[in-house]
C-alpha cells in the first residue's frame, strides 16, 4: 500500500529555518511527480511546492518563491522542503502528496505541524 510519512516539523522562530522529508514506500516513487501542501486554520489548503519525478523541474507558490527549496533523493524514497527565512504565516500543517494518474487518487501523508512564533 502507498504510504507517506512526514519528519521535520517543530517550533521555529521568525528568520529561523526547518527542513521537512517525507518518506516513501509502496509504489514506484522514480516515476510520479511530487508535492507539498500546507493548510492553516481557518484557510484552504494550497500547494507550496512540487517536483517532477527526476527532480528535473520544480514549482512554488509566489508566497514561499525566494524561501523554500523542494528536492528529492530517489534512491532513499525520500522527498525534501528547505524551509528558510520563516515568517508566522507559514505556520500551518504540511503534508506530503502524489497522484496516480491512471486511477486519479491523491495520496497524503498525515502531517507534520510548523509554527512559527517568538
Known amino acids: 500500500q502507498v504510504q507517506l510519512v512526514e519528519f521535520g516539523g517543530g517550533l521555529a522562530q521568525p528568520g529561523g529555518s526547518l527542513r521537512l522529508s517525507c518518506a516513501a514506500s509502496?509504489?514506484?516513487?522514480?516515476?510520479?511527480?511530487m508535492s507539498w501542501y500546507r493548510q492553516a486554520p481557518g484557510k484552504e489548503r494550497e500547494l507550496v511546492a512540487g517536483?517532477?519525478?527526476?527532480?528535473?523541474?520544480?514549482n512554488y507558490a509566489d508566497s514561499v518563491k525566494g524561501r523554500f527549496t523542494i528536492s528529492r533523493d530517489n534512491a532513499k524514497k525520500t522527498v525534501y522542503l528547505q524551509m528558510n527565512s520563516l515568517k508566522p504565516d507559514d505556520t500551518a500543517v504540511y503534508y506530503c502528496?502524489?497522484?496516480?494518474?491512471?486511477?486519479?487518487?491523491?495520496?497524503w501523508g498525515k502531517g507534520t505541524l510548523v509554527t512559527v512564533s517568538s
Open positions: 517536483i517532477t519525478s527526476t527532480g528535473g523541474s520544480t
Open positions: 502528496n502524489t497522484v496516480n494518474t491512471w486511477s486519479g487518487v491523491h495520496y
Open positions: 509502496g509504489f514506484t516513487f522514480s516515476t510520479y511527480t
